[in-house]
């Protein structure tokens, strides 16, 4: 029995590439900013907005084009990732509602660009169908 | 220079992991392929290796580039 249904667009063969994918790549430019900055947090970097969100919003534009299907657990899972990578360069736990709600309000434009790449995904499979 | 080669393999390290995603076979060196359904250990230890390491040269070869890191160096 199929986990879920078959739609245009679904690369099938199990959904932990593109969680992977997100929340590494969300991971990686928190160090990475982080690394940068001297062992500042990511997001009072001076990069973070100018460079760190477009890097983020890009990769979650391609992979929501080849994953095209609930393309929101994407931005979900590299908030997931920037979570960690803060909490392993030192940020403490004290205000992690707080935190957590920060984290998606920052992760709009990652939202925008998941649900750009889904509709282009969805568009090209439905004319490939056809 | 470095900055963009930089890119350009962390994308092809990242075709390489999507491919054998989809593929259900990784290249791990020479004559050994792990598969999804023989190998799995092998096939997800090579899978999560080809992608940290395409994300991670990537977002440095985007660092470099735009001179907040200094590019990989060569001797």
Redesign the interface.
């Known amino acids: 029995m199929p986990r879920h249904r078959r739609e245009p667009g679904d690369?099938g063969?199990g959904d932990y590439?593109p969680y992977?994918?997100s929340a590494?790549?969300g991971a990686?430019?928190c160090l990475?900013l982080t690394?940068?900055s001297g062992g500042r947090e990511a997001i009072d970097t001076a990069?973070y907005f100018p460079?760190g969100v477009p890097?983020m919003a890009a990769a979650i534009f391609v992979i929501s084009y080849?994953f095209p299907l609930r393309a929101w657990r994407w931005t979900l899972s590299m908030a997931a990732g920037q979570l960690v990578a803060m909490l392993l360069a030192g940020s403490s736990l004290n205000l992690w509602p707080l935190a957590i709600i920060a984290m998606l309000v920052y992760s709009t434009p990652q939202f925008l660009a998941g649900l750009a790449g889904s509709r282009l995904g969805r568009r090209k499979a439905t004319s490939r169908a056809r | 220079m470095m900055a963009l080669l930089q890119i350009l393999f962390g994308l092809g390290i990242l075709a390489v992991a999507y491919h054998g995603y989809r593929a259900g076979e990784i290249p791990a060196g020479a004559g050994y392929r792990p598969t999804r359904d023989e190998n799995p250990a092998g096939f997800h230890c090579f899978l999560t290796l080809y992608l940290c390491s395409g994300i991670a040269l990537l977002v440095w070869g985007v660092f470099a580039l735009v001179g907040l890191a200094e590019p990989m160096p060569l001797s």
């Open positions: 690369a063969g590439f992977a994918a590494l790549a990686v430019v990475a690394i940068t990069a460079l890097l080849v």
